[in-house]
């Protein structure tokens, strides 16, 4: 594995990880709104 490779690795495990703190911090989001909803 050569350095461009390393690099093209990297970014796409950073991207992904990034969809997942979106998706997950989205949850929570809707989860916190439903439940003020609810309870308010």
């Keep these: 594995m050569n350095r ?3 690099i093209r690795e990297l970014q ?3 991207a992904t990880w990034q ?3 979106i998706v997950y911090a ?3 989001g ?3 709104l439903s439940g003020m ?3 308010g």
Excluded: G, N
């Design 4 to 6: 461009d490779q390393l």
């Design 19 to 21: 969809a997942v703190v």
């Design 12 to 14: 796409a495990h950073s």
């Design 26 to 28: 989205l949850i929570v």
């Design 37 to 39: 909803a609810i309870t």
């Design 30 to 32: 809707a989860m916190i």
